[in-house]
């Protein structure tokens, strides 16, 4: 069973405790939360204010995307929210190991993310410490992107990765999950499916979710 983490991102922001009420009701695994700064991505989300009130509502555990420079600085408010994953994006962070390992004193499983043109090969020397890895499968900043195919091959990379260092790291894709996308990504070796506009913009988000885990 894949596991599945739709994103909040194309939520219905003047009517979260309905989607939420869906998300709570669903075979969804996780709930994927994107937090944005405008400086490392070229667009503002949404912040600590709404991610406490989604953690209070919400009985999935959270897994939030940060695309923020500096992440380090917010991990003791992260986990306090009682977030259950923090990625970080490799781009943002100067001294990655120490704050995988400040994650994981704070409580919290650590992510980290990679963008499209960043190499799987830069993970050799940390892929043993992180609990997931997050490939961005479109620039990070907005929903409903399109799918870079590349993904698919880099998908086979980090897998091969992982296996070869004996990791336990799952492998989480972002961005352009949908029909089309999701069943090649999962036999490429992908565990964790991120999809926002696919769910969220459905007819029947929860049987997109359940014909997802179904992969
Ligand atoms: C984009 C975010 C994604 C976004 C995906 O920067 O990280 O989580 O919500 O949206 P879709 O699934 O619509 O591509
Ligand atoms: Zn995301």
Same mark, same amino acid.
């Given at each position: 069973?894949?596991?599945? #983490?739709?994103?909040?991102? #194309? @939520? ?52 939030? +995307? ?15 929210? =009682? ?5 970080? +994006?490799?781009? @943002? ?10 994650? +994981? ?11 499209? #043109? ?24 907005? =929903? ?37 996308? @999701? ?5 490429? =070796? ?6 926002? #506009?696919?769910?969220?913009? @459905? ?13």
């Amino acid at each position: 069973m894949t596991i599945v #983490s739709p994103s909040m991102l #194309s @939520a219905n922001f003047l009517d979260l405790q309905s989607d939420i009420d869906m998300i709570n009701n669903s075979e969804a695994d996780w709930l994927h939360m994107d937090v944005m700064d405008g400086v490392f991505v070229p667009n503002i989300s949404f912040g600590f204010p709404v991610l406490e009130a989604v953690a209070k509502a919400c009985k999935k555990p959270l897994d939030v +995307h940060f695309m923020i420079v500096n992440p380090e600085r917010y991990i003791a408010q992260t986990a306090k929210t =009682g977030a259950m994953m923090m990625n970080v +994006h490799y781009e @943002a962070c100067t001294h990655l190991s120490r704050t995988v390992q400040e994650i +994981h004193e704070a409580g919290m499983k650590a992510g980290v993310t990679l963008n499209p #043109s960043t190499p799987v090969s830069c993970l050799e020397d940390i892929i043993c410490d992180v609990d997931m890895v997050l490939l961005m499968s479109v620039n990070p900043g907005f =929903g409903g992107q399109k799918f870079i195919e590349n993904t698919i091959e880099k998908t086979k990379r980090l897998r091969k990765l992982i296996t070869e260092h004996g990791s336990n790291a799952l492998i989480q894709v972002d961005g352009g999950v949908q029909g089309k996308t @999701a069943p090649r990504l999962v036999a490429a =070796g992908c565990d964790v499916l991120v999809s926002g #506009s696919y769910v969220f913009g @459905a007819p029947n988000p929860q049987e997109i979710i359940r014909q997802l885990k179904d992969l």
